[in-house]
């Protein structure tokens, strides 16, 4: 079975300062792994993904993610945080081995990041 | 969000009653999702479906059933609901392939 870890319900940081939220992962085979955000009264929104390739994946808004295999994370990072980046986040994988019906995403509790001046 | 819709948006029902949410796509997905998200739990998959003539449970399906009634249209039914039935309810799709979902903008209900 797939699982996603998301260690830490909240995540406080200054505007201007980088910002890093966790996610660690565990599946049978090798991963797809994404990072989903979500603003008030809105639905998830996609980021960026890792399919395979470069470890480090740039995504939407100046986020990016650094894919570690011998520690099984995902982390997302911004080095410039915004205010508006506040909202709630979202990691998940996918078994790359999984196809047709079995293909699901298993996703984290999320992480609300919030941004202050 | 626009490429995918859910009606209603807000939904107040009472325990017993009979509840559809509806779901379009206009990204031509073969693949569609329906999740329920509480707070601190995340996203719970409920059911899915991979064409109009493939239907699957997921996490959760007990209390609810799907139609998959074209390409473009899920439609998730709560037969009769109750209070821990009171969530926010996504609609997701996603290509053949898989890589990466995209979710509509949500359907909080509430069942009282």
């Known amino acids: 079975a797939q699982s996603v870890a998301q260690p830490e319900d909240q995540v406080n940081v200054a505007e201007g300062n980088p910002l890093t939220v966790k996610c660690t992962y565990s599946?049978?085979?090798?991963?797809?792994l994404f990072w989903y955000v979500q603003y008030p009264n809105r639905g998830l929104q996609f980021l960026l993904k890792y399919i395979t390739g470069d470890n480090l994946v740039k995504g939407s808004y100046g986020f990016e993610a650094e894919f570690n295999k011998s520690q099984t994370s995902f982390h997302l990072k911004k080095p410039s945080a915004l205010v508006s980046d506040s909202a709630l986040y979202f990691c998940?994988?996918?078994?790359?081995?999984?196809?047709?019906?079995?293909?699901?995403?298993?996703f984290g509790t999320g992480t609300r990041l919030q941004v202050t001046l | 969000d626009a490429d995918v819709t859910q009606t209603p948006r807000n939904r107040i029902t009472k325990t017993g009653k009979r509840i559809m949410l509806e779901c379009s796509q206009t990204?031509?997905?073969?693949?569609m999702y329906w999740y329920r998200q509480d707070p601190g739990l995340g996203l719970q998959l409920i059911y899915y479906?991979?064409?109009?003539?493939?239907?699957n449970k997921g996490e959760i399906s007990d209390g609810y059933s799907v139609s998959r009634q074209a390409q473009a249209k899920f439609s998730l039914s709560l037969e009769s609901a109750i209070p821990n039935q009171t969530a926010l309810y996504f609609c997701a799709t996603s290509d053949s392939r898989g890589l990466g979902q995209f979710f509509g903008p949500g359907t909080r209900l509430t069942v009282l």
């Open positions: 599946v049978s085979g090798n991963p797809y």
């Open positions: 998940a994988v996918r078994d790359m081995r999984d196809t047709g019906t079995a293909s699901k995403l298993t």
């Open positions: 479906s991979f064409d109009v003539k493939d239907i």
């Open positions: 990204k031509g997905h073969d693949r």
